[in-house]
């Protein structure tokens, strides 16, 4: 993303407002939805397990009341009753620091990236659609494969459908199991699915019906959005380069995909947008291309403008 690192340098205006990430090349280290998510995940189970551990109301702990009120319970406990908003609530505890960690490692892993292409909005609608479909799974399906029916904490079905997405946006991309052994990333996801497939039905006291059911709902997700994000299906493959389609951010790492011209011809959205346009160095501010990057880090390149796309790639020419 090398556009993200030379613009501050490269535009002379320095009184004009610039917060462009840097890190990876411009993607965020920590984009906004994934770093919320962190400090409110971490912070809730600080105050459960330490800040409340010791404090009791009427002689019950108040980890008690956590798990009444905020995890997942099954319907029709006496003990533990089911509230329709135990369906968000429980994605935010988590039962040891382990199960955090791992949690939290994942999102940030396979999360990150996601959200940089999608845009915040976009990622954490899928990430809490995820949450509660997995959440559903595990109440409506766990007493028919599993005697255990327990409450239920960990935002691990939101993870599972991340790492589905993932698996499914960059199947080639390597990751390393155990951190020692390459495998492609959709291998990865098969794998795991495998595994948590096989498992249903064991008490185990892991809520692998959970897993599943994000994972699912996340494929479905995919699947019916597709036609949405073609142009993100491309990025394992390698950019066409020649001299009438200059290199540069825009086209290569997003957007291969095609337009038809009123001639009938498909052309890349380099030659598409570079043709008829007559910008000077006054239409194009750094203040108008920083208010176009942060629009992409919030909603996604798909939801540019027309005109927003064409002052994106004359913005491009200049830098490269």
């Keep these: 993303m090398g556009i993200f690192n030379s613009q501050k340098d490269r535009f002379t205006n320095q009184n004009l407002r610039y917060s462009r990430p840097s890190m990876f090349g411009g993607f965020s280290f920590f984009p906004p939805v994934i770093k919320y998510l962190l400090i409110s995940n971490i912070a809730i189970f600080i105050f459960q397990h330490f800040i409340f551990a010791g404090f ?16 997942l319970n ?40 996601l959200e940089n292409i999608w845009g915040s909005k976009k990622f954490l609608m899928y990430y809490l659609m995820c949450g509660v479909g997995a959440g559903l799974a595990t109440i409506l399906l766990t007493p028919l494969f599993s005697g255990l029916n327990l409450p239920t904490v960990g935002a691990s079905g939101s993870v599972y459908g991340i790492l589905v997405a993932f698996g499914m ?29 096989f498992s249903v039905g064991s008490n185990t006291g892991v809520a692998h019906l959970a897993h599943l059911g994000g994972a699912l709902v996340g494929f479905v997700y995919i699947l ?20 009438k389609r200059p290199t540069n951010i825009y086209r290569n790492r997003y ?23 007559n910008y000077s ?5 750094q203040e108008k291309v920083d208010e ?4 992409i880090g919030k909603d996604g390149y798909q939801n540019l403008t027309e005109e927003e796309k064409r002052i994106l790639f004359e913005a491009s020419k200049k830098i490269h």
């Design 56 to 71: 009791k109301v009427g002689g019950v702990p108040i980890s008690v009341f956590f798990l009444k009120y905020f995890a």
């Design 74 to 113: 099954p319907i029709g406990s006496e003990v533990f009753p089911f509230y329709p908003w135990q369906l968000f609530t429980y994605l935010f505890m988590h039962g040891g620091f382990w199960h955090l960690f791992l949690n939290m490692l994942a999102l940030w892993m396979f999360g990150m990236e």
């Design 169 to 197: 946006l960059f199947p080639n991309r390597e990751i390393y199991l155990y951190f020692l052994l390459p495998i492609k990333a959709k291998y990865f996801v098969i794998i795991y699915m495998a595994i948590e497939l």
């Design 224 to 243: 019916i959005t597709r036609s949405n994000i073609n142009d993100l299906f491309r990025f394992d493959k390698t950019p066409k380069v020649n001299q």
């Design 255 to 277: 957007y291969e995909k095609y337009n038809t011209t009123s001639t009938g011809e498909n052309v890349s959205d380099a030659e598409y947008y570079s043709k008829g346009n």
């Design 281 to 285: 160095d006054s239409d194009i501010t």
């Design 292 to 295: 176009i990057l942060d629009k």
